[in-house]
């Protein structure tokens, strides 16, 4: 546990302290009009109060990464926390920040227009199809999982219970997609938000009242998951894709625009950017502590189930244990609202990512479902191999979670370039290391899963050292060329 709350201190100093440095290298402008108010629509572009936009953006991101992410990946043992707390301070809420910040200093730009204006207009156009076909990946996954839980809640967890809650989880995505973001998005997400943190909250408090004797730095970081039956997952590269949304995740670049087109002022960047990801990080250190009772303290068989459980059955065994039938019900609620309010504003960012591209403007009903109907179609099929397949699922949602990250190495490039043109000295570093791991990260992930080449895993730490070396000789090239 003491591990745990330093993990947990270290995470709010960070906020405060290297948030405040990331802020002063990027200089936000008070008195620049930002594109809420120069841009205003009554659709996507909406000033709204910063606390509703806060929540709002934490909602987006948290779907179930920081969640089921944090469950599977305190199987790693306590190494777990520390990708969460440097993952969160130095990478996720720095990637976050600066996607936000680029779309307020770009008239509210989308993820593929900011990676187009840095990075050139083929990386852009390969970026378009690809943060598409990640955000029908999201609005498939994002609805199993939630159903597989309410159908659970509801007693019956087979098969046509889940196609039921599929079916009503989806009507909801299809009008929240088209309404006004102001509608729908804006007046119920923060009551999910605040379900969210109330079923964090209530856990923390059960864990410090608790006191489990959990796994601590001090025991070793080597990888815990054959114990509890988890074999070929080595903590690099798998830690850093298992736990996405609770460290970085690229999907957040397609958020971050969303709420980048309702703020007032660029100075409410760093609480709604910076802060909602080192809220996603305390969840998911919560998350990642409980489950470490779940699998190394006796836990599993204290709320009647084993090692071998999934992370959905690990949330609703957990709640209704620890929480009560009220309590429980409001927490895995809370989990229920994240991927799914997730996944809405997954179709959201599609939609618009689409229309900026080709130039449709979106005020008319009509236009909107001209692009909203083949995304729909196009992930209901996706989802239908998900629930016709037995194992459908779990192989999208893997390759869901190197897609993901590979999108949050593309971000960071963006910034990195975009501090080589505009800020002078060597600021860049902030984007740059974080961009230059994650780099070797998703490239060796693609190379020794199974999902991808399977090489041995004996290779990855070699293979990793080789892409961070090869990326920062290639970037230093690139910088000479740009400065001669």
Request: net charge positive.
């Given at each position: ?18 948030g ?6 990027f200089?936000?402008d ?63 809420a ?11 200093r770009h008239?509210g ?8 204006r ?9 970026m378009l199809v690809?943060?598409i ?29 889940i ?17 006004p973001i ?7 997400y923060?009551v ?24 601590e ?17 080595p903590?690099?590269?798998?830690l ?23 703020l007032?002022?660029e ?27 779940f ?12 090692l ?20 429980g ?17 997954a ?9 900026d ?17 083949p995304?729909?179609i ?8 998900n ?19 590979t999108?949050?190495v ?10 080589v043109?505009?800020k ?23 190379l ?10 004996s ?17 230093y ?5 740009k400065?001669?």
């Open positions: 546990m003491f591990s745990f709350l330093i993990s947990i201190v270290a995470l709010v100093v960070g906020y405060c302290v290297y405040a440095f990331v802020e002063r290298v200089g936000p008070p008195t620049r009009v930002t594109p809420a108010v120069s841009k205003a629509d009554g659709v996507d572009y909406i000033a709204m109060p910063s606390w509703k936009v806060f929540m709002i953006q934490f909602l987006n991101i948290a779907g179930t990464g920081p969640i089921f992410g944090a469950i599977m990946g305190a199987k790693f043992g306590p190494a777990s926390y520390l990708w969460i707390v440097f993952g969160c301070i130095f990478a996720g720095v990637h976050d920040y600066f996607s936000g910040m680029l779309s307020l008239g730009a989308g993820y593929p227009d900011l990676v187009g840095y990075l050139g207009t083929r990386t852009k156009n390969v690809f943060s076909l990640l955000l029908m990946m999201v609005g498939a996954v994002f609805v199993y999982s939630p159903a597989v839980i309410l159908g659970d809640m509801a007693g019956d967890g087979g098969r046509s219970s196609m039921v809650w599929v079916v009503v989880i989806f009507i909801y995505y299809i009008v929240a997609t088209l309404l102001d509608k729908i998005i804006g007046r119920i923060p999910f938000a605040v379900a969210l943190l109330f079923m964090a909250g209530a856990l923390l408090v059960c864990l410090l009242l608790k006191w489990p004797s959990i796994p730095f001090w025991d070793g970081l080597a990888n815990r998951a054959p114990s509890v039956g988890v074999t070929g997952q903590i690099f590269p798998c850093f894709i298992t736990i996405a949304c609770g460290a970085i995740s690229g999907f957040h670049a397609t958020q971050s625009p969303l709420m980048a087109r309702c007032k002022n100075k409410l960047g760093r609480p709604i950017f910076y802060g909602s990801m080192i809220t996603e990080g305390l969840v998911a250190l919560i998350w990642a502590a409980v489950s470490s009772w699998f190394f303290d006796g836990g599993a068989a204290e709320v009647g189930s084993d071998t459980a999934a992370a959905p059955v690990v949330v609703t065994k957990v709640s209704r244990s620890w929480l009560g039938m009220l309590g019900i409001l927490a895995v609620l809370g989990v229920v609202a994240a991927p799914i309010t997730s996944g809405d504003t179709f959201r960012s599609a939609r618009l990512i689409i229309a591209f080709f130039h449709l403007e979106q005020k008319s009903i009509r236009r909107r479902l001209y692009i909203a109907v995304l729909f196009a992930s209901s099929l996706l989802l239908w191999y629930i016709a397949d037995a194992n459908g699922f779990n192989v999208i949602w893997r390759y869901f979670g190197w897609a993901n990250q999108l949050s593309f971000m960071l490039w963006t910034a990195t370039v975009y501090l043109r505009n002078p000295g060597r600021w860049y570093w902030i984007t740059l290391f974080p961009v230059l791991f994650m780099t070797a990260v998703c490239f060796t992930f693609i020794v899963d199974q999902i991808g080449f399977g090489l041995p895993a290779w990855a730490p070699w293979i990793g050292l080789g892409t961070f070396a090869i990326s920062l000789i290639l970037f090239l690139w910088k000479i060329r400065t001669q």
